[in-house]
């Protein structure tokens, strides 16, 4: 059952066993460490008398062999299944679409070939047919055109319940809560970050959104690239957040100098064909994981600011010495 030293358990069986820190895997570990679900636990027992590390793969035919199998469905299967039948209904708009306008252009052409040798009052008769006609199916397209919007919206709804961020692909804040509060549960030691675009209004003003939208992803690659297998998460906007529990400040801060060097040397050639002439930079602040994530973020995002403050394109950790690119 659980005790103060459950989460601990939980975050050593993630490392002992190489499992990356997903709201997933750590649900797994902690049904194991407080040994609230016997069958899995007795089942865990077994493949780690063999000598056999747990794989992520193995973790749902686990949950299923003890019986956890819907109940770990029942998270994920509703967002899913929402986008399904949102996508499914957006097809079946435009394809009602895609037929309102072949029905319109073979109603005309039956009209003009019937129509012989017209008269006035043929030509008015055709007119007036063809003006009620495409009125109707003006409203049609119309109707669907709004139909097909509000549907895209609900995708991005369904897409933000299920806890990851589209144009990054890396957890948003809804997906990073559950690590969140087994750090906290945990009382975990280690280091956290905050990260954030330089100037990234002006690149999206000057070369438009969708360079803007390029440089998220390229911002999340280099940070998921070097932070692996530590969570990075995408906070908001041009924000992101690192949580590495297990390594110290100074591990954090030479990562995140890595992943500069990295953005500055690939930015250029990723954004080549944008005709960007300034490759992007970012500030970073690092604080101390003692025990509470949230006075860590807090700490790590005074130290950003000071970053911002000090001249951007730099890192900050509270009471240490700043690292300027060069």
Same mark, same amino acid.
């Given at each position: 059952m659980?005790?103060k030293d459950?989460? #601990? =358990?939980?975050?050593?069986?993630? #490392?002992? *066993?190489k499992?990356?820190?997903?709201?997933?895997c750590?649900?797994?570990?902690?049904?194991y460490?407080?040994g609230t679900?016997?069958?899995?636990?007795?089942? +865990?027992r077994d493949? !780690?008398a063999?000598?056999?590390r747990?794989?992520?793969?193995?973790?749902?035919?686990l949950? =299923?062999?003890?019986?956890?199998?819907?109940?770990?469905?029942?998270?994920?299967a509703s967002?899913?299944a929402?986008m399904?039948r949102?996508?499914d209904?957006?097809?079946?708009?435009?394809? =009602?679409?895609?037929?309102t306008t072949?029905?319109?252009?073979d109603?005309?052409a039956?009209?003009?070939?019937?129509?012989?040798?017209?008269?006035?009052?043929? &030509?008015i008769g055709?007119?007036?047919?063809?003006?009620?006609r495409?009125?109707r199916a003006e409203?049609?397209?119309s109707a669907?055109?709004?139909r &097909?919007?509000?549907?895209?919206? !609900?995708?991005?709804e369904?897409?933000?319940?299920a806890?990851?961020?589209?144009?990054?692909?890396?957890?948003?804040?809804r997906?990073?809560?559950? +690590?969140?509060?087994?750090?906290?549960?945990?009382?975990a030691?280690?280091?956290?970050?905050m990260?954030?675009?330089?100037?990234? #209004?002006?690149?999206n003003?000057?070369?438009?959104?969708?360079?803007?939208?390029? &440089?998220?992803r390229?911002?999340a690659?280099v940070?998921r690239? @070097?932070?692996?297998?530590?969570t990075?998460a995408r906070?908001?906007g041009e924000?992101?957040l690192?949580?590495?529990?297990?390594?110290?400040?100074g591990?954090? @801060?030479?990562?995140l100098?890595?992943?500069?060097?990295?953005l500055r040397?690939?930015?250029p050639?990723?954004?080549?064909?944008d005709?960007v002439a300034?490759?992007?930079?970012?500030s970073?602040?690092?604080a101390?994981?003692?025990g509470s994530?949230?006075s860590a973020?807090? =700490?790590?995002?005074?130290?950003?600011y000071?970053?911002?403050? *000090?001249g951007?394109?730099r890192i900050?950790?509270l009471?240490?010495t700043?690292?300027?690119a060069?």
């Open positions: 659980w005790n459950s989460g #601990k =358990r939980a975050l050593a069986f993630l #490392k002992a *066993n499992l990356p820190a997903d709201p997933v750590y649900r797994f570990a902690w049904l460490a407080t679900e016997p069958v899995l636990s007795s089942l +865990v493949i !780690q063999s000598g056999m747990i794989g992520t793969d193995d973790i749902a035919a949950m =299923r062999m003890a019986g956890l199998e819907e109940q770990t469905a029942s998270r994920s967002p899913v929402a399904d949102i996508l209904e957006t097809l079946e708009q435009t394809r =009602r679409t895609t037929r072949g029905e319109f252009r109603y005309l039956g009209e003009m070939k019937d129509i012989g040798d017209p008269t006035s009052a043929d &030509i055709l007119v007036g047919r063809l003006t009620l495409a009125e409203a049609e397209l669907a055109t709004s &097909i919007e509000e549907l895209s919206k !609900q995708v991005e369904a897409k933000s319940e806890g990851t961020d589209e144009l990054s692909n890396l957890p948003n804040r997906g990073i809560d559950a +690590v969140l509060g087994a750090l906290d549960d945990a009382r030691n280690g280091s956290v970050a990260v954030d675009i330089d100037h990234f #209004k002006a690149f003003d000057r070369y438009g959104h969708d360079t803007g939208d390029q &440089i998220i390229l911002v690659d940070l690239t @070097h932070l692996a297998p530590h990075v906070w908001g924000e992101f690192i949580v590495a529990p297990e390594i110290d400040s591990a954090m @801060h030479r990562a100098e890595l992943a500069r060097d990295e040397e690939t930015a050639n990723v954004l080549r064909g005709r300034e490759a992007p930079t970012f970073a602040g690092i101390r994981l003692n994530t949230s973020i807090r =700490r790590a995002d005074e130290a950003l000071k970053a911002k403050r *000090n951007r394109d900050e950790m009471g240490d700043a690292t300027r060069a």
